[in-house]
């Protein structure tokens, strides 16, 4: 049993909501909470209770950092909950995302794993607060970076400076970068199929039709429920030795082996294997 919890910027790409339904389908999970983080974090903890409502699961909900550390400007799709109506309706946690974060993680040495899906705001600011906390979380998996240095990718660009304090700090972190993530697609058959799962089935449909159309795309990458994946299908997956990543003041992102490391890089062994667990576990939300 993974005890777990999972911090992400759903409601801009859809693969935060495929995520979270992939974690809801899981047995093997049990989710303590979700944390929100980057630009209008309380919105997207009103689309995520919005999401558990649907699946009807109890899961609170902890609006987190708003501006990035960095202090960059935050990127936004400009549709982020269009397509709920009365999220309103939906009441916020009183405590935010770090103060759980540290409080749970703290309180449960060696037992929470965080999956983090969004900029890395709400991790480095728990570790600047709670010099514990860092060594008290069991794992931390990643989406993020781009190690073939082609690229800035979003989650770091975003905020660099957490990045940094992240990947710099002794939490023992497993990552899932751009261009791994990027092996993995939803076909358009797919996407047919994920409508009839489940109870999540038909709103993640909508999402996913929201995000590939203006882009004149038929299919789309999951990357956010690749990372949740890594944890709960290893088999599907390569892991490499132990390393180290820096990162660069414009947000590239550099891993080398390093023995005396912290993080280890994954890969999608066998992609097509890894979407259709994504499908049948969210279709396992009924």
Known sequence: MHTIILDTDIGSDVDDALALATVLGSESVNLLGITTVYGDTKLRARIAHHLCHIANKSIPVFAGVETPLSGRKVWSTGSEGKAF??????????????????????????????????????????????????????????????????????????????????????????????????KTIIKKDEIEQIKNSGKLGPILHTEILNWIQPRHQDWTTPHDPIAVLAMLE????????????????????????NEDGNVKRVSPSKPLEAVSAMISLIAKVN
């Open 85 to 182: 109506s009365n999220l309103n309706q939906y009441a916020l946690e009183d405590r935010k995302a770090v103060e759980f974060l540290v409080e749970a993680v703290n309180q449960n040495p060696g037992e929470i794993e965080v999956i983090a899906i969004g900029p890395l705001s709400n991790i480095a600011t728990a570790i600047m607060q709670a010099p514990n906390f860092a060594k008290n979380v069991k794992h931390l998996w990643i989406m993020g970076g781009d190690f073939t240095k082609e690229k800035i990718e979003h989650n770091f660009k975003c905020d660099v400076d957490a990045a940094k304090i992240v990947l710099e700090s002794e939490i023992s972190i497993t990552i899932l970068d751009l261009p791994s993530s990027q």
């Open 234 to 257: 290893p088999e599907f997956f390569d892991f490499s030795e132990i390393g180290s990543v820096q990162i660069s003041e414009d947000g590239k992102s550099d891993w080398r082996l």
